[in-house]
């Protein structure tokens, strides 16, 4: 029988929500560092994919932004569509080598270029005292280490999570550099995008979600896990997670969604010992009975299963018990890095702003990340993770920065409120 959801909720939204808020604690923190909203209202754009059409300029009439935003959103969208489409190819063709490579290049890239520029950044803001060798020497084994800690097996949990917040934080921070007007439409775009290639017949995402499911493989994609797991499938040596944030296939995980990969049924494994005990009378000189008795127990290796509320499926619709058996799978919560990095986006520009409208924020995207977890365990399919909290922290944004700013403001300078 199944647990009621309020038996693990707290330790489920504690596991997910840590790590998220340790993410755009870091990016505020950064932001705040590298662009005080003292100096200048954003830092010097860069150009990406983002921003390839149109570039900006504070001169620039409202019109002439919010024109130039959608287009801008428009070619991301269709392009992170494309090379999405591309993966979900080769994942369905089994070129599944080529896309952990493929993964492996990617973060090493973020590591060493992306993670490198903030490094050397932060350097020249503290002026260390740190040549160029030695700098070079430690961000090689720095991203060297992030990659084998990342995709690696036998690594320590706290070490793979702990890089991978660090991806993270360096994608977020970078993206925050896109001009203002481009990163507000770029975050409701890609939530609306979120929705469809999730919810929409021949979504990628979905599509992807399916076949992996289909496979019990892991999905091809930079996830954070919360806790490690086993699989009996595989010999209780992979760590796979039931709660997942699926990343789209980008390089700088663009597109996420919210998947229940959990397909386990509730199932009790009954360890019997069956002893069979023959007695025998030995001759002996004496004329003794001596009892001899043999025991023979069958050897089960049993996986210590850990549930949760959140991730339980029933299992095995469509087969028997015996192949269910075989394929129930103990998940644990897995989160894409996408969600960390938009999160950190929305916080990272509201910092640039003041910290009130970066706690209204803070909150918003929490509140949304709880709602889309509550969603999951009662829908029990897939579902878009960006939508509510992007939405939420959105709105808050503009009304802490158009309405609470101004009014704490003018209650706290007539005395009003202290």
Known sequence: MEGSILDSLGTELIGVMSPVSICMFLVVLLVSTL??????????PIITAANLVYSENPSDSTTQKLEGSL?????????????TFVLVLLYYYNFTNFLKHYMRLSSFLILTTMGGAIFLSLIRHFSLPL??????????????????????RGVPIIITQSYTVILGIITAAWFTQLPEWTTWVLLVALALYDL?????????????VELSQSRDDDLPALVYEARPTVSRSNGGGRRNGGL???VGGVSDNLSVELQNLSRTNEEEIDIEDERERTRYEGGSDQGETTPLVVANSSEIDVVDEERSPLVEMLAGEGRDGGEADEEAMTRGVKLGLGDFVFYSVLVGRAAMYDLMTVYACYLAIISGLACTLILLSVCRRALPALPISIALGITFYFLTRLLMEPFVVQTSTNLLMF
Request: net charge neutral; glycine share 8%; proline share 11%.
């Open 71 to 83: 287009l801008n959103a428009a070619v991301f969208i269709i392009l992170i569509a494309a090379i």
């Open 244 to 246: 997942g944030l699926l």
């Open 131 to 152: 040549d160029a060798p030695t700098c070079f020497l430690f961000l090689f084994n720095f991203s060297v280490l992030g990659v084998i800690s990342v995709f690696g």
């Open 35 to 44: 662009y005080p909203p003292s100096s200048s209202p954003s830092p010097t």
């Open 196 to 208: 469809v290639a999730v919810l929409a017949p021949g979504g990628p995402l979905k599509i992807l």
